[in-house]
């Protein structure tokens, strides 16, 4: 719920921006804190940005610590309240079982940051404290993370906090009927069993109450360090850190360069990525129906989705998993571990690729908004699916498509508002003129309309008919 409220902060008041949202009310976060940016394996998904214990001058050799000018001012006032409200029947075919969902569910998130201060170093004086200072490349964090790849060091140069005590309240209502082989429902519901048809609701209310100067938010200058300890600071936000290496770097999965045009760009993503699809396409039939009902299920709860992730991120590592150190229901958990029950079904030969395939699909999701990933989640059907990917072969080709063309069909009006819905919450125009369907995708920073059309890629693909 903290996370949650800080990533709507965020998103507000400098979306595309610099500053990151904190994730756990358990991360303190002062000035000079270094943190480490993990880039992630596809080149479109966000980094991650881990806190440490220590500041920058726990790092440095020698006994005078830096002690930079800071500048603190009123930021904001600040209070926000979110909410949705979904409604909508789902009818999915599986090889082995059918299953209708209908759900109205409703959520408010209410934010009361009031009064936020901004603290920050002074960059100048910092660069001049900085002058001659090295990093003890013996420390073990430094040691620790300089062997792991794709690591970076940050330390804060600047954080928001609140002012005085403040709150965060979350009210959920949810309610659905359920008809069919299912064994659960509703995505936040542990341990409720349906027979043929059945309903379920539950509602709850948590107030979380925030200390004063409490970190909310915090932007990095990252270090580009030298082998022997010296380091300097990018100042600009195209400049990144690193740790100088005596080979190449190790890159990132994606297109390098950049393309004449947002269509060309999408294009090239995704036939790099076309061998994942056309694996997951060439499953067995009942194993592509088992993922995609697994998948479906899971993509009710986006921590769920979450988890699932790092889970795959995990094994992608070659790290074997613990479901317990997930932070899940039991009932996601169950969802989970039937993929992975899939995955090794797979075989040794496929297991790897395949496992990628999924990292892939699952990644995207993971970097989607909530409301995207929920209209998602309800178009998750066998004929609507190969709409949604001929809808995406129109983004990435000439933007136009006839009404009448073979696979639209499915688009009914209902389903046609919720697409609609779907696509400009991944910043694609998606629009109806007379009798032709035009898309055009918005230049907005970001990658969302990319892991739209992965998701969408990689769901079609376990929806192909043999």
Known sequence: MFATATRNFVDEVDRGGLLIPVSSLNDTIALLT????????????????????????????????????????????????????IQGT???????????????????????????????VDVQKLLLDSKDRVLDMSHCLVQQTKQKHRRV???????????????????????GECGGGLSLCGPKSPKVALKENGSLSKDSNINMEIPVHTTIAYALLELEIKQDGRYE????????????????????????????????????????LSDHFQLLSALPATTRS?????ITNVMKDRGAVSSLQHVLDQMRL?????????????SQKQNIQAILDLLEESGQEKSKPLLTALHLIISAMD????????????????????????????????????????????????????????????????????????????????????????????????AHSD
């Open 233 to 272: 600071l990018c100042l600009l936000s195209d400049t990144d850190g690193g740790f100088e290496v005596d080979g190449p770097k190790e890159g990132l999965f994606g297109v390098i360069g950049a393309p004449a045009s947002e269509n060309d760009h999408l294009r090239q993503e995704l036939e790099q």
């Open 318 to 330: 070659d790290k074997i998993p613990s479901l317990s150190d997930v932070t899940a229901t039991d």
């Open 367 to 462: 970097e989607m908004k909530n409301d995207c990933l929920a209209v998602l989640g309800m178009c998750c059907r066998l004929t609507v699916l190969p709409a949604l990917e001929l809808l995406v072969q129109c983004v990435t080709g000439k933007g136009e498509l006839p009404r009448g063309s073979a696979g639209l069909a499915a688009l009914t009006e209902d389903v046609y508002e919720k697409t609609e819905h779907l696509f400009a919450s991944s910043n694609v125009s998606l629009t109806r003129d007379g009798d032709t369907v035009k898309t055009y995708i918005n230049h907005v920073p970001g990658n969302l309309a990319l892991v739209l059309c992965i998701a969408v890629r990689g769901l079609a693909s376990l």
């Open 90 to 120: 789902v009818a999915s075919q599986f090889v082995h079982s059918s299953v209708s969902l209908e759900g109205k569910d409703s959520s408010k998130l209410q934010l009361s940051f009031d009064s936020l201060k901004k603290e920050e």
């Open 290 to 294: 088992s993922l995609l009902q697994q």
């Open 153 to 175: 060091f940050g330390i804060v140069k600047e954080r928001i906090v609140t002012a005085q005590p403040c709150s965060v309240i979350e009210e959920v209502q949810k309610g």
């Open 34 to 85: 270094v943190v480490v940016k993990r880039k992630r394996f596809w080149v479109w998904q966000k980094p991650k940005y881990v806190p440490t214990d220590f500041n920058l001058n726990d790092l440095l050799t020698g006994d005078t610590p830096i002690k930079p000018g800071v500048i603190e001012t009123d930021f904001i006032k600040y209070n926000g309240t979110y909410g949705d409200k």
